[in-house]
């Protein structure tokens, strides 16, 4: 069982910077891929970035490779997510999710575990 927080969300301007945490609590945690994902109003929740167990392999939604960019530090039970040049149509609730396979998974049938999300608002 893994239980996930994730903070960090709020109002930035567009070009803008914002880091989300994601604290994971549970013996799993450091054995788990993790992952964060994003949803807007009106729109299916859609992959932002993946990242294997130790963090020595990431995978990222295509347009968004080189804006954003996943991290892991397991001994703080914690994933990352740095979000660089924001633009407006980043706004959307963004989740952590943990999944129980060691593999890098970029859907969300994936992930076994979610936290409540939080809400990342990009004002042009």
């Known amino acids: 069982q893994v239980q996930l927080v994730e903070s960090g969300g709020g109002l930035v301007q567009a070009g803008g910077s914002l880091r989300l945490s994601c604290a994971a609590s549970?013996?799993?945690?450091?054995?788990?891929?993790m992952g964060w994902f994003r949803q807007a109003p009106g729109k299916e929740r859609e992959f932002v970035a993946t990242i294997s167990w130790s963090g020595s392999a990431t995978s990222y939604a295509g347009s968004l490779k080189g804006r954003f960019t996943i991290s892991r530090d397991n001994a703080k039970n914690t994933v990352y997510l740095q979000m660089n040049s924001l633009k407006p149509e980043d706004t959307a609730v963004y989740y952590c999710?943990?999944?129980?396979?060691?593999?890098?998974?970029?859907?969300?049938?994936?992930?076994?575990?979610w936290g409540q999300g939080t809400q990342v608002t990009v004002s042009a």
């Open positions: 549970g013996r799993t945690f450091a054995s788990s891929t």
């Open positions: 999710a943990a999944s129980g396979t060691y593999s890098l998974v970029a859907t969300a049938a994936g992930y076994d575990y």
